[in-house]
T-cell receptor
Framework: KAGVTQTPRYLIKTRGQQVTLSCSPI?????VSWYQQTPGQGLQFLFE???????NKGNFPGRFSGRQFSNSRSEMNVSTLELGDSALYLC???????????FGQGTRLTVV | EDQVTQSPEALRLQEGESSSLNCSYT??????LFWYRQDPGKGPEFLFT???AGEEKEKERLKATLTKKESFLHITAPKPEDSATYLC????????????FGSGTKLNVKP
């Protein structure tokens, strides 16, 4: 069974640009969550999608947005990038009613 | 808001020297407590889920336990390949689509 796949693995962007990250969950999983991980703040929850609907949102500015498609794949978008957005962005998937979340390898975003 | 605190921040052990990592939590109603292992530059790898006080789970040299306020990850006779950051997370019943993570314990096992 394939795991959670995130693309791309690495990205370098310039301040002010926008970026889109992609996440394909484990087959059959309909819940996809996104997290930002930085050395200073640890893992912080961005948002969670289930059946194309955002069910939960963390405390991040509106520049961070996401969506989920009918095949459960999800994308995360960050607009007007700032230096502080440099981080490892992690996606996790879980089954309906399930508790465990399984993470992808992450996308390392560097903003210069 | 739910909170998770892990200690120590870093732990250095000699190979074979057993120890424990701590995760204390504050949550309105615990749905589950989770332990993950994370290697540098990689995503967290799921280890255990604990649901109620008194529960224990084991996997190779690792054993996780849970009380009403904290969880311990016991590492018995660790090997260098156990070196990683260990993360603890909780879900609460009111908001179970979201995990609250601790900042992790970075474990270094020297041969």
């Amino acid at each position: 069974k394939a795991g959670v796949t995130q693309t791309p693995r690495y990205l370098i962007k310039t301040r002010g640009q926008q970026v889109t990250l992609s996440c394909s969950p484990i087959s059959g999983h309909r819940s996809v969550s996104w997290y930002q991980q930085t050395p200073g703040q640890g893992l912080q929850f961005l948002f969670e999608y289930f059946s194309e609907t955002q069910r939960n949102k963390g405390n991040f500015p509106g520049r961070f947005s996401g969506r989920q498609f009918s095949n459960s794949r999800s994308e995360m978008n960050v607009s007007t990038l700032e230096l502080g957005d440099s981080a490892l962005y992690l996606c996790a998937s879980s089954s309906e009613g399930g508790t465990e979340a399984f993470f992808g390898q992450g996308t390392r975003l560097t903003v210069v | 808001e739910d909170q998770v605190t892990q200690s120590p921040e870093a732990l250095r052990l000699q190979e074979g020297e057993s120890s424990s990592l701590n995760c204390s939590y504050t949550v309105s109603g615990l749905r589950g407590l989770f332990w993950y292992r994370q290697d540098p530059g990689k995503g967290p790898e799921f280890l255990f889920t604990l649901y109620s006080a008194g529960e224990e789970k084991e996997k190779e040299r690792l054993k996780a336990t849970l009380t009403k306020k904290e969880s311990f990850l016991h590492i018995t006779a660790p090997k260098p390949e156990d070196s990683a950051t260990y993360l603890c997370a909780v879900q609460d019943n009111a908001n179970f689509n979201k995990f609250y993570f601790g900042s992790g314990t970075k474990l270094n096992v020297k041969p």
